[in-house]
Nanobody
Framework: QVQLVESGGGLVQAWGSLRLSCAASGGTFRNYAMGWFRQAPGKEREFVATINWSGGSTMYADSVKGRSIISRDNAKNTVYLQMNSLKPEDTAVYYC????????????????WGQGTQVTVSS
């Protein structure tokens, strides 16, 4: 069973940057595609980005494309989400996710989830 633990969230001013981390344990990390989702109050959880097992393929939601970079370090069993030029509408709980198959942009395509980390962007 894979366990995922996010960190790096916090309060940041608009146009600032944050780097989220997600540490994995309990499985062979390089076997899994990883993703980031977010959920704002009163809204459904939405796709942010995903990365394949090697880091050679990535996909982004249009809302973060050009402002965010997903990466992974398989030696450290960690996936990252670098977020730049943050906007108040980026405020949400950010969740790390994992699955054996790459390319999923829906929550039901991921088997493993972290507990989330809060990101708040002030205007």
């Amino acid at each position: 069973q894979v366990q995922l633990v996010e960190s790096g969230g916090g309060l940041v001013q608009a146009w600032g940057s944050l780097r989220l981390s997600c540490a994995a344990s309990g499985g062979t990390f390089r076997n899994y595609a990883m993703g980031w989702f977010r959920q704002a109050p009163g809204k459904e959880r939405e796709f942010v980005a995903t990365i394949n097992w090697s880091g050679g393929s990535t996909m982004y939601a249009d809302s973060v494309k050009g402002r965010s970079i997903i990466s992974r370090d398989n030696a450290k069993n960690t996936v990252y989400l670098q977020m730049n030029s943050l906007k108040p509408e980026d405020t949400a709980v950010y969740y790390c996710s994992g699955d054996r198959y790459y390319g999923g942009q829906s929550t039901n395509q991921y088997a493993y989830w972290g507990q989330g980390t809060q990101v708040t962007v002030s205007s």
